[in-house]
């Protein structure tokens, strides 16, 4: 079977299995440093000494592991996290981002506790010609108090 079909197999056998990752505390440091990377200018954005100080809404979202990142282990040859891709770990595809839709619905805060709930909703062959799979996952965002984000994206693997 090839690379893209064993993706698919795992994939499929996947779907509507929830994952949970505990994302760790979001330190104001972290959050301030992703705003200026981001371009943003406000203090109230890169500033964690200042009083109105507030965390990029996007910051949440662009976390996928806790402080302190991953080891080398963790990493697919083309930089991506191994478990990112469902069913696509130590394969050789290609990935693709396919778009990705995000609604907030919390107000993170620096000092929350972080969770990510995180499930393969479907799995699609899509193309004429070369054939390619859509992966949609969905992904809850949580603070102790209540939900942050919703995420859902689409990865393309060939």
Do not use: C, N
């Not at 990377?37 to 910051?59: N, Q």
């Not at 396919?98 to 393969?120: C, H, K």
């Amino acid at each position: 079977m090839s690379a893209w079909g064993v993706a698919e197999e795992r994939a499929r056998a996947v779907i509507g299995r929830p994952e949970h990752r505990d994302l760790g505390v979001v330190r104001a440091e972290d959050a301030a440093e992703f705003a200026r990377a981001a371009g943003e200018t406000s203090p109230r954005l890169i500033d964690p000494g200042d009083p109105g100080f507030t965390v990029h809404p996007l910051y949440v979202v662009s976390l996928l592991r806790g402080a302190g990142g991953a080891d080398q282990s963790e990493f697919r040859p083309d930089g991506m996290y191994r478990d990112e891709v469902p069913g696509t770990d130590g394969l050789d595809v290609r990935l693709m981002a396919g778009g990705q839709e995000v609604s907030f619905t919390g107000e993170v805060r620096a000092g929350d506790r972080i969770g990510v709930r995180r499930v393969l909703t479907d799995v699609a062959r899509k193309g004429s010609g070369t054939p390619f799979l859509l992966l949609t996952v969905e992904k809850t965002y949580t603070a102790e108090r209540s939900t942050l984000a919703r995420v859902r994206e689409r990865f393309i693997v060939r």
